[in-house]
């Protein structure tokens, strides 16, 4: 029996830790008949900051790395956090692997065994009062938090803030800013919505994306059993697997907070949309422009996202 | 010698020779050297604090456009400029130990044992310089860089390594002095405890080597003694940091390996050193430190007297009340503790209050930092237990209130028991009253700006602390008083106790990674749960463990380690978490100011390091048992807690 340590950055208790990682790793325990022993520790062993440090120094086996907080310099890998892209996150999932498997992502995450990815729901423009039009938004202050969503407010004509996640909520409270570019998850999770209540459907800020990472060494040291249980969830059902579960999270905090009054939809009509569309498109150009192979990257994902989309 | 130095005053130095002459010289040079570095280091974190002030008063709130990803310098500047401080602390003798068996040694065992804990502290320093050296070479080759504005990290972490380089001979010097006083024939004192602390060491380290079958194995028998040599070492005169850094250190070399030692170690200490939550704390210091030298910190507590001047202990009541209302600013009650503490400890002192009463006042109204919303304790609960921050700052209003009623009976008791404790009072003086209060109208003015600015929505609880540490500067620099090395006396205070503190905390968050991966504190948490208990008892115990977790771990460890599950215990007894949430955050706050291990009463002692450690435990004990009062009526009638949350 070999002993892993699986890092999740989730508490014991959290949805995400009972219904998609820890159901994960139950199925390597029992699938591997006894050949691993996988165990989850929730922080502070290893938290989102630290996370990629932990996995690639043998601390943990296994992590489950945010992309934004490795604090690597990728540029391909962030594809799927590119406003006016699409919301399901079973597709995108498997879309990065595919990339992933193309050798069309980052270079820099070869440093460990990559296992799969997880986009997590999509951002979109959470207000206290509707958003309805490109005016609305000028000049309000918006927290954002990465590079993508920070270039896409800015594009539209806001002012994007960044706020450290454990101020926010204050922050947001008392008007420090007046909009987040976040997801139903944080508003059902830690309340944003309670605050933020009006969202804008029509127009999606880019999804976070997660590495299923493990180290090297634990990977080449298991023997035929353990690599052959990790490499049966390995790469395409792993994602779809993780991408799935965060589609049935959001559809079921949206119904939550649908009923609760703090998800109102704003209308934006076919015009406008086209606005916002122009408006981000230098965005995505630019983007484009500084990833190396950047239009191949964004096409590839484009369709691998389009098909797995489409024959749901 | 330096005016700080506490530990060589207390017995006289050994005859002089050259050696020795040459030893103090190095020692002397070396802290000059550390004191000008930290200087420059305590100027950036001011010129950050600018940065941040223009950014967000100017910027964001007049043009509503804000420098984007402003927020980064606290990931590059500020943890440089952090690092920078740290040498001097340690050529200042700014290091924390905790004397409880002092008489068992005597003098001169003493001086054995603080030489051993001196090169006890080098070799910690040994750790975290290569452990932070290899986080600096990682970074270069990983081309690491920020979120945002994709600053690379590389340059500034290297200036973190090369601080923490320099860290290394001041800590050096320190211990050979030190040794080199143990006997009359200086080489003697060196030579026994630098190659029997070698050879120790290295015998201990291969030792702990190969204990890995036994730590996984017998994790929680190895976790518990490791606690026990933990306090072995802290009433051996160890200094704190250097004991928990190295038992920490080895639990970790033996579960894992000696690289992931390093790792961790030195991943904990890039980690603390870029946290938000900890950036506040020399933000504070320094506006406590400008209040003091501007005279406004006079001025504030001259009135504070004027009006409380018929009690008994007004100054300790309006310690109390100071808290409050800085507590009411910050989320943190070590922030709390390092301004008021700095401010109030000298007023009480001049005006023949008890060193522990000051103390106990200073300290326990700390806790209001983390009691009174904003609360990290709070948020961290929040999100690990998936509740409203929102709800469960309501909750805490009336508990909060409560604290301050439950405290100032406290201080009116103690000045009725010993009324040696505080000055007798005196009739209002209503033309005092008046003349004193005018005056504090600018420290006034400074709590309005700001306390209004956070009320208001222009910044955070984290940018208040730079603009507030601006505002005061400008004060002073009005009053005339940057003048006569006012100001660098300042800097030189703020650089001390930054460094004590930091360094504590290095060694307090290396210690959590290693309880948490051993899963001591969850089994302790999870015994309790399966032991068929009415609710009630499960609670109560619960209380028990987490003030006893308290005596090893610093509070957000606790929070964070056993939120989730003991919450999950309680709920499925049919308690409300968030009223579970309020009870967490009161107890850990107990566990700060419990002595031997409280983070408060260390800050207290680092920003008023003549206070003996003694009259500090003393003076917080009957705070405590107004604590233990508070707590067992917020379980005997959750309602106090759960009413105003339900309002809503
Ligand atoms: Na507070
Ligand atoms: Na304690």
């Known amino acids: 029996e070999q002993h892993l340590r699986l890092a999740t950055g989730q508490s014991s208790e959290s949805l995400l830790q009972k219904e998609a990682y820890g159901v994960w790793a139950e199925a390597l325990n029992t699938e591997s008949n006894g050949a691993l022993r996988v165990e989850s520790f929730p922080p502070p062993f290893a938290t989102a900051s630290n996370m990629w440090d932990r996995v690639t120094a043998g601390v ?40 992933y498997e193309k050798g069309l992502l980052d270079v820099a995450l070869d440093e460990v065994e990559v296992l799969g990815f997880q986009t997590a729901i999509a951002f979109t423009l959470n207000s206290k009062t509707p958003i309805t039009k490109l005016e609305d938004l000028k000049g309000l202050r918006v927290r954002v938090a990465d590079a993508n969503s920070a270039n896409a407010i800015a594009a539209l004509g806001g002012a994007p803030v960044s706020i450290a996640f454990n101020e926010a909520y204050q922050a947001i409270d008392r008007g420090v800013v007046d909009a987040a570019v976040g997801n139903v998850n944080t508003g059902v999770i830690y309340r944003f919505a309670e605050l933020l209540p009006h969202e804008q459907p029509a127009m999606a800020f880019g999804m976070t994306t997660f590495v299923f990472a493990m180290n090297k060494d634990a990977y ?93 | 010698m330096t005016q700080a130095d506490i530990h060589l005053a207390q017995h006289t130095p050994a005859e002089p020779c050259r050696a020795r002459r040459a030893i103090a010289r190095g020692d002397e040079v070396i802290g000059q050297i550390a004191r000008r570095v930290a200087t420059f280091g305590a100027v950036l974190m001011l010129g950050v604090a600018l940065i941040t002030t223009f950014d967000v008063m100017i910027m964001r709130w007049l043009f509503d456009s804000p420098i984007a990803g402003s927020n980064e310098i606290f990931q590059t500047i500020f943890p440089a400029a952090i690092a920078l401080v740290l040498a001097s602390g340690l050529s200042d003798r700014a290091v924390l130990e905790i004397d409880l068996l002092g008489p068992l040694f005597g003098p001169a065992g003493l001086k ?64 050979l002095r030190a040794a080199a006083d143990l006997h009359s024939r200086w080489w003697v004192g060196v030579l026994v405890v630098f190659c029997g602390m070698a050879l120790a060491l290295s015998a201990t380290i291969s030792w702990f080597g190969g204990l890995s079958d036994f730590f996984m194995t017998h994790t929680l028998t190895a976790a518990g003694l490791l606690v026990l040599l933990l306090w072995v070492m802290i009433l051996l005169y160890v200094p704190l940091a250097a004991a928990l850094s190295v038992t920490a250190a080895l639990g970790i070399l033996a579960m894992f390996g000696p690289s992931q030692a390093i790792n961790v170690t030195g991943n904990e200490t890039k980690g603390l050193l870029v946290s938000l939550d900890l950036a506040v704390v020399p933000f504070f210091l320094m506006m406590g430190g400008f209040a003091i030298q501007s005279g406004m910190s006079k001025d504030i507590f001259a009135f504070a007297q004027a009006l409380f001047s018929p009690f008994r202990g007004g100054l300790a009541l309006s310690t109390i009340g100071g808290s409050a209302g800085f507590g ?36 326990s109204g700390g806790t209001l930092g983390q009691l009174l919303p904003p609360s990290t304790a709070a948020v961290v609960f929040a999100l690990l237990v998936e509740q409203s921050i929102g709800a469960l700052y309501m909750a805490m209003i009336i508990p909060a209130f409560l604290t301050i009623t439950l405290y100032f009976a406290t201080i009116l008791i103690i000045v009725r028991i010993r009324p040696g404790a505080a000055p007798k009072g005196e009739p209002w003086d209503f033309a005092m009253i008046r003349t004193t209060g005018l005056r504090a109208l600018p420290a006034i003015a400074m709590f309005g700006i700001v306390f209004g600015g956070i009320f208001l929505g222009i910044f955070t609880a984290t940018e208040a602390a730079g603009i507030g540490a601006v505002v005061a500067y400008a004060v002073l620099a009005l009053r005339g008083g940057l003048k006569g090395g006012g100001f660098w006396q300042v800097m030189a205070e ?122 500090v435990y003393a003076g917080v004990m009957p705070f405590v048992i107004a604590d233990i009062l508070k707590l067992a009526l917020l379980i005997a009638f959750p309602v106090i807690v759960l009413w105003l949350p339900g309002m809503l």
């Open chain 1, 60 to 99: 943990a086996d296994m992590g489950i790395a945010s992309l934004n907080n490795t604090g690597l310099p990728l540029k391909a890998a962030f594809v799927a956090s590119l406003p006016g892209l699409g919301r399901n996150t079973e597709a995108a999932s498997v879309a990065m692997w595919k990339l």
């Open chain 1, 220 to 312: 080449a040291n298991l023997d035929d059993a353990g690599k052959a249980a990790i490499d049966a969830w390995r790469g395409e059902r792993l994602s779809r697997f993780m991408g799935a579960k965060q589609n049935d999270f959001r559809t079921s905090f949206e119904a939550r907070l649908t009923e609760a009054g703090q998800l109102i939809r704003a209308e934006m009509d076919e015009a406008e949309l086209a606005r916002w569309s122009v408006a981000i498109d230098p965005v995505v150009a630019q983007w484009i422009k500084d990833t190396p192979k950047g239009q191949e990257v964004y096409d590839t994902f484009l369709a691998e996202y389009n098909t797995i989309d489409g024959a749901n």
């Open chain 2, 112 to 175: 054995w044992l603080r030489a051993i804990g001196a090169v006890l502290f080098v070799a910690t320093l040994g750790l975290l310089v290569w452990a932070v050296w290899k986080q600096a070479l990682s970074s270069w080759n990983r081309g690491t860089i920020t979120t945002i504005l994709k600053v690379p990290l590389w340059p500034f972490y290297f200036v973190i390594a090369a601080s923490f380089l320099l860290c290394l001979p001041a800590q050096l010097m320190v211990a």
């Open chain 2, 328 to 363: 009411a600013l910050t989320g943190s009650s070590v922030a709390t503790v390092a301004t008021i503490g700095s401010v109030a400890y000298p007023e009480m002192q001049k005006r023949g209050y008890s060193e522990s009463l000051a103390a106990g006042a200073i300290a």
């Open chain 2, 494 to 615: 703020t650089t001390r106790s930054t460094s004590m503190i930091y360094f504590l905390i290095i060694g307090a968050l290396i210690t959590t990674f290693f309880f948490s991966s051993t899963g001591l504190s969850e089994a302790m948490v999870g015994l309790i749960g399966s032991l068929n208990l009415e609710g009630w008892q499960v609670v109560v115990l619960l209380c028990i463990v987490y003030v006893a977790l308290g005596f090893v771990l610093d509070s957000m460890a606790i929070m964070m380690i056993t939120a989730s599950i003991s919450t999950g215990i309680v709920a499925a007894y049919g308690y409300d978490p968030v009223w579970w949430g309020v009870v967490m955050v009161v107890v850990v706050e107990i566990g700060v100011i419990t002595p031997p291990f409280g983070l408060n009463l260390f800050m207290l002692k680092s920003v008023a390091p003549k206070i003996r450690m003694n009259a």
